[in-house]
Nanobody, 114 residues
Framework: QVRLVESGGGLVQAGGSLRLSCAASGSIGSGNGMGWYRRAPGKQRELVASITSGGYTNYADSVKGRFTISRDIAKNTVYLQMNSLKPEDTAAYYC????????WGQGTQVTVSS
């Protein structure tokens, strides 16, 4: 059984930064992908960023140049560094790990005030 535990969300002013972490317990092996989705009230779920075990990254256009995803394979942890935050980044952020099946974290709230 894989469990994903997120941390690092909170309230920040526009222009500020936050760093989200997602630690996976249990074996997720190699050759997997991890990343972050977000869901804002009244909006569809959006893929924010993803990273493969080989380090290939992908970002939503809305966060390119501001967010950086990284991972520590030895620690089974993925990070999302969020800089220059905007009010429109306000959402619940969910970590996932794709290892044949997709596991999800419980979500962490990010609120950006204007």
């Amino acid at each position: 059984q894989v469990r994903l535990v997120e941390s690092g969300g909170g309230l920040v002013q526009a222009g500020g930064s936050l760093r989200l972490s997602c630690a996976a317990s249990g074996s997720i092996g190699s050759g997997n992908g991890m990343g972050w989705y977000r869901r804002a009230p009244g909006k569809q779920r959006e893929l924010v960023a993803s990273i493969t075990s080989g380090g290939y990254t992908n970002y939503a256009d809305s966060v390119k140049g501001r967010f950086t995803i990284s991972r520590d394979i030895a620690k089974n942890t993925v990070y999302l560094q969020m800089n220059s935050l905007k009010p429109e980044d306000t959402a619940a952020y969910y970590c996932y790990a794709a290892v044949g099946v997709v596991y999800w974290g419980q979500g962490t709230q990010v609120t950006v005030s204007s």
